[in-house]
């Protein structure tokens, strides 16, 4: 384009001749336009305007000439705005490897698709479920990949909020037709184009980008809102980002859910393929995903338009069962020892433990749990001794164990048949007894994970050890049972290191040749996992020939479910325990341990952002490593990073203290360290109550925009979580931080240990002083929190054993109630009165005087006991309270509180007492000891900024009373 531009400025230089209007005659007509200066401006106007897009457009953007396509569909163009650019295979490669139907950025070296792409498939006729479709384009962006030529979509209406889009190429995919739903959905033709909508508005569009299906690698771009979007661990889910799902450490928790935010409602994406798959997002919010598949690709839409509603929909889809028992809110503590003496080791951990009053529920025992091809060891004699001073120690025994195995190569009398070459030891490994194996190789050869390049098993490392992998495939129970030598007796189960771990060093150099894309995040991904293309083991009956190669499947394809297929294989060793993953997949019936995270301010951050994103998808039980749980924590300086974690623990729906080089317990720090750690333990265990309450139902931790999703300018929010409906947290998360930032939600919030009342209107950021030994938090005006603050060594013995704190943090609203209304409510109340106004007798006091019939016209809600203040001109101010909460104790039993300005009324729901009557069945405490009021006058408080109540309520009476009530003030 330069060139031509250039030459035609050459031309313009001719007109500097002076006075030409003085010779007409010599005037040819290009003179004349170039001389007339209007209309020079107009013609070099023009020129820009229109030469310059066309020559850039041929030359800039195409490789190679273009010509209207034959076929007769959209010719699309390469004039896209450079955010809304969709990577053409490989974004940033040479202009001879952009392939020829996309577009090229000169300037920036991109390879981009047309809009719309010409990497599409047509519809010959209307979509329906058993239409083929067919690739536009054979060639693809892939390297030599070529179309697949028929595949087809099948879309599944599961409810009236939820429908599933799956490109594959099966036949027996058909999905349902529902008559009643919220959505609906136009398959449009001859280019494939899908838009979904819902009374919001649309919610996914594939807005003719690409859809590309070949072996191994299956594309698909859409968009779901022009918003913001939330999840796969980060909020918001900004542009730029790139995560991939495939398990592996350092990788994704949670379900693959997002949250998509849109004119004031949300709704939400579950990207459901268990291949490994890569999720872009681009700039224009679109979401593009890159998944190595033959099988294709599913997703799901959740209409919403609360999150609360896409998180249900969620949670049916992934089968989330509610097993949560209380011991498994208390703190597990493991120790990898170093020592030799584990057990010694145990033991006198267990007894400092409980001489300096640390709380923990369970423990891992003498060390984790490592299966082995060598059985007769004093591994199992150690462990199962370890188990048995755990429970001595009157604590809950919780085993952490791995997947693979520690493989020591069998007798070498097996060794030809084997045929490999690793094993052709000399005979020192004879040392090793043939009864010493716990399996039998040949047995068990079948169940076990291949090596790409032989028919021996893959061996990857671990710790230093070779290890060799399970399969875990149906029906191995047997091999199951031949690996687990230890006792049986244990409470829960932590499955970990189950992505699984591999250390062995892996090279991906020519993984090209392999798969037609591979990207750096992938190999990311695939580098601590087994190799991707072993070999999982297909069963086969009886012993296979030697050197025959086993028929099986690709490693990979399935190594998300890796962590299932364990979780599944250990149900054989006991049943019915609750069992923690660090890597299931898409699974909700086992709660989610979060390992391999190193101890950083940032990754303190971060595990609350992702046991929020966790929570709010539907794992609610979450567990996170305090101070993290990887060997690079330096006691030397992050001791005060260590403490503030403890702090935030606190809140997490579940906490793991793990110790291996460096111990991270509060046995392993002194003096203050330690006795913040400690306090923050009893904390936790003092809101026990609270959480095990809220986790009934929902999650606990949960980000602004879950909770608080039309506040605006809150939804993006990092520094603040909400726990439960009725606590906010404000971390200060930064060394040495003295100030918070709240940015008020709707509604009163008092400050949680002192009652202060925090002034601000929505949105607006409070600063409020803290300290290195604080936790901001802040309650809920008009909710009751019940806490045991007698803190107890276990979380059950506290539940047990611990009166209960009523925490009432009252929402008051002063009402004028009289005729006068010209009185405004900023007249200072004479605050006298109440006390005496209001006899105890509430029934017998008369409605005017008492203010109750007059207020509940005015709001409408009030329930008793307001209290009322009468000012000069003879009317009432009346400050009406009130607050409630309830205390979940077991299906068929919780307490029902309400407040108002003096009183607090306890009932029972449900006729279980036994639950906290029985002597001897009983779990709960049943006595209140102390009420604890925010929000009353000051006058009135007995402390700066709350009032406190020591009494005595036996909530067995409720047995034979319809409900207790109890003064707090008054009489
Ligand atoms: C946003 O929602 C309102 C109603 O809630 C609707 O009228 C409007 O069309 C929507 N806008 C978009 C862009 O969807
Ligand atoms: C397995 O993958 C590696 C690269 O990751 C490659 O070098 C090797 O040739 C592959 N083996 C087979 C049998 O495909
Ligand atoms: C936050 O949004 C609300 C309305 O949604 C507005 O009233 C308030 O001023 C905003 N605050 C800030 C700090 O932007």
């Known amino acids: 384009m330069i060139p031509h531009v250039d030459g035609h400025k050459d031309e313009q230089e001719e007109d500097h001749i002076p006075f030409a209007i003085e010779n007409p005659k010599n005037v040819k007509w290009y003179d004349q336009v170039l001389l007339n200066r209007p209309l020079r401006v107009v013609v070099v106007m023009l020129i820009v305007a229109i030469l310059v897009p066309v020559l850039m457009y041929r030359y800039v953007f195409f490789p190679t000439l273009e010509l209207a396509p034959t076929d007769g569909l959209s010719m699309g163009s390469c004039v896209v705005a450079r955010d809304a650019r969709l990577p053409c ?6 202009p001879e490897e952009c392939h020829p139907q996309c577009c090229y950025d000169n300037t920036n070296h991109l390879c981009y698709h047309r809009y719309p792409s010409r990497f599409s498939y047509l519809l010959r006729e209307e979509w329906s479920e058993r239409m083929n479709m067919t690739p536009r384009t054979l060639s693809l962006p892939y390297g030599s990949s070529a179309s697949i030529r028929n595949i087809r979509l099948s879309i599944n209406e599961v409810s009236a909020s939820h429908l599933t889009l799956t490109f594959h190429q099966s036949t027996d995919i058909i999905g349902r037709r529902i008559h009643e739903k ?14 979904v909508s819902s009374n919001q508005g ?25 918003e913001t979007l939330y999840g796969l661990g980060e909020i918001p889910l900004e542009p730029g980002t790139v995560k991939v799902i495939y398990n592996h450490k350092g990788g994704l928790s949670s379900i693959p859910l997002i949250f998509a935010k849109s004119n004031g409602s949300y709704h939400g994406l579950l990207i459901d393929t268990i291949s490994p798959t890569e999720v872009i997002v681009r700039r224009d919010n679109q979401l593009v995903l890159r998944s190595i598949t033959n099988y294709g690709l599913k997703i799901h839409l959740f209409v919403g338009p609360e999150p609360a509603d896409i998180m249900k929909d969620a949670m049916e889809t992934i089968k989330v069962k509610k097993n949560l028992e209380y011991w498994m809110l208390g703190a597990h503590i493991c120790r990898e020892a170093v020592q030799d003496d584990t057990l010694a080791d145990l033991r006198t951990f267990l007894s400092t433990a409980t001489s300096q009053e640390v709380p923990f529920e369970s423990h891992c025992g003498a060390l984790p749990i490592v299966f082995d091809t060598q059985c007769n060891s004093d591994m199992v004699y150690v462990i199962n001794q370890g188990s048995s001073l755990v429970k001595s120690a009157g604590k809950k025994f919780v085993p952490q164990v791995s997947p693979y195995i520690k493989y020591t190569p069998p007798p070498a009398e097996s060794d030809e048949e084997e045929g490999t070459t690793e094993n052709i030891e000399p005979k020192t490994k004879t040392t090793v007894m043939a009864e010493d194996r716990c399996f039998d190789d040949e047995k068990f050869d079948q169940y076990i994970i291949r090596d790409p390049d032989s028919s021996s098993p893959y061996k990857g490392r671990a710790n230093g050890y070779d290890i060799i992998y399970p399969g875990f495939s149906r029906g191995s129970d047997d091999f199951m049972n031949a690996l687990w030598n230890y006792n049986t007796d244990f409470d829960g189960i932590i499955l970990e290191n189950s992505w699984p771990l591999d250390e062995y060093e892996k090279d991906f150099s020519d993984i090209q040749d392999h798969l037609p894309y591979f990207s750096d995040s992938f190999e990311d991904a695939f580098h601590l996992v087994p190799q991707w293309n072993a070999s999982r083991p297909i069963r086969i009956f009886g012993r296979a020939p030697a050197n025959v190669e086993f028929p099986g499947e690709m490693y990979f394809k399935s190594h998300n479910e890796y962590g299932n297929r364990f979780a599944s294989a250990f149900r054989v060793i006991k049943g019915s325990v609750p069992t923690l993953s660090t890597s299931p997949w898409m699974n909700g019936q086992v709660a989610i341990n979060r390992q391999g ?13 992702e046991a929020s994103l966790g929570g709010v998808s539907g794992h609610w039980y979450w567990s996170s490593p305090v101070c993290g749980d990887t060997d690079d924590f330096d006691k030397s300086y992050q001791t005060r990073l260590c403490a503030k974690w403890y702090m935030a623990a606190t809140y997490m729906p579940m906490i793991k203290i793990h110790s291996k080089v460096h111990e991270r317990d509060p046995l392993g720090f002194v003096g203050t360290d330690r006795r913040q750690m400690i306090k923050a333990l009893n904390r936790r265990l003092s809101l026990l109550p609270y959480f095990y309450t809220t986790l009934q139902e929902g999650p606990l931790l949960r980000p602004m925009f879950f909770q608080y999703p039309s506040i605006d300018n809150i939804t993006d929010l990092t520094t603040q979580f909400a726990v439960g409906n009725d606590l906010l947290i404000v971390p200060n998360l930064q060394p040495m931080q ?10 009163t919030w008092y400050e949680f240990w002192s009652g202060l009342e925090i002034f601000g209107a929505v949105g607006e950021a409070v600063t409020m002083t803290t300290t290195d030994a604080d936790f901001f938090s802040l309650v809920r005006a008009g909710s009751i929190i019940v806490m045991q603050k007698d803190a107890q060594l276990t979380a059950e013995l506290t539940r047990l054993h611990s009166g209960f704190s009523l925490l009432v943090a009252l929402d008051c609203e002063s009402t004028l109630s009289t005729d006068n209304d010209e009185e405004k409510l900023t007249t200072e109340p004479i605050t006298t009165t109440d006390d005496e106004n209001i006899s105890d007798d509430k029934e017998n006091t008369s409605p005017a005087a008492h203010g109750e019939s007059v207020t509940e016209k005015v709001t409408g809600q009030t329930e008793d006991g307001e209290v009322s203040t009468t000012t000069q001109s003879g009317d009432r101010l009346v400050r009406e309270c009130e607050a409630t909460g309830k205390l979940f104790m077991s299906e068929k039993m919780s307490i029902s509180i309400k407040a108002t300005a003096r009183t607090v009324t306890i009932s029972a729901i449900g006729k279980d007492f036994s639950v906290f009557c029985d002597p001897h069945d009983a779990i709960w405490a049943k006595t209140v000891n102390e009420i604890i009021v925010f929000g009353l006058d000051d006058e009135k408080n007995n402390y700066d900024d709350s009032r406190v109540v020591k009494m005595t309520i036996d909530l067995c009476e409720l047995m034979v009373k319809e409900e207790i009530s109890s003064r707090y003030l008054g009489n």
């Open 89 to 94: 295979g490989r974004e940033s490669v040479p």
């Open 738 to 747: 003295t100030h918070v930032h709240v940015r008020m939600p709707p509604g």
């Open 597 to 609: 995270i190193s101890t950083s301010w940032t990754n303190l951050r971060k595990e609350l952002v």
């Open 202 to 226: 649309v919610i996914f569009n594939t807005a003719r980008g690409p859809l590309i299906a070949s072996d191994n690698i299956w594309e698909l771009t859409f968009k779901l809102t022009d």
């Open 182 to 195: 919220n959505y609906n959905y136009e398959v449009m033709r001859p280019e494939l184009n899908i838009i």
